[in-house]
């Protein structure tokens, strides 16, 4: 998989959203591309987006699920076999709450603390669906780093909002 530079926060944000294109357009949820980078040499070790994985998933889930399956482990699994730092990038902050019933992507990042120790995000969540987003509270309680990528919120929020109904006037 690919390499960054150090701190070139906007390229892999960047590269996220060029995931997130691929999400098929939903008026139900929000398109969303997400990456987890191994913080000591900025390699990408796993990618995904929202619908990529059969079941509803999010881009982060996508993510965890595809790179527990390189481990042979289950996601859960995944908090005991990796070791090294990882910084999560996920064009739109992770959810705290999914009306599916499905576990929050919170709270997958959350049981993997002990290795996601960072998170960038390009938007926050609209309150389209659940209103105000806690999840950003929730990571920094527990040590997780939070901050935004700033300079792409208008791409991000066009890619993740097609196929959603317009407004009423």
């Known amino acids: 998989m690919a390499t960054f530079a150090k701190d070139d926060h906007v390229s892999i944000m960047r590269h996220a959203l060029s995931l997130a294109t691929q999400s098929p357009p939903q008026p139900t949820n929000f398109r969303v591309g997400a990456i987890l980078v191994k913080l000591d040499d900025n390699t990408i070790t796993a990618e995904g987006y929202t619908l990529?994985?059969?079941?509803?998933?999010?881009?982060?889930?996508?993510?965890?699920?595809?790179?527990?399956?390189r481990h042979s482990t289950s996601e859960e699994g995944l908090s005991e076999v990796?070791?090294?730092?990882?910084?999560?990038?996920?064009?739109?902050?992770?959810c705290f709450?999914?009306?599916?019933?499905?576990?929050?992507?919170v709270e997958r990042v959350l049981r993997q603390k002990n290795w996601i120790t960072k998170v960038y995000v390009g938007v926050q969540e609209p309150?389209?669906?659940?209103?105000?987003?806690?999840?950003?509270?929730m990571l920094e309680a527990v040590g997780i780093e939070v901050q935004q990528v700033p300079g792409l919120e208008a791409e991000i929020l066009q890619i993740a909002t097609a196929g959603h109904l317009a407004p009423e006037a």
């Open 82 to 94: 990796m070791s090294s730092p990882h910084a999560l990038y996920t064009t739109m902050e992770p």
């Open 97 to 105: 709450k999914r009306l599916s019933g499905k576990m929050p992507c």
């Open 127 to 137: 309150e389209t669906f659940v209103g105000e987003n806690t999840g950003r509270r």
């Open 52 to 69: 990529e994985c059969p079941g509803n998933t999010h881009a982060e889930e996508s993510c965890l699920i595809k790179l527990a399956e």
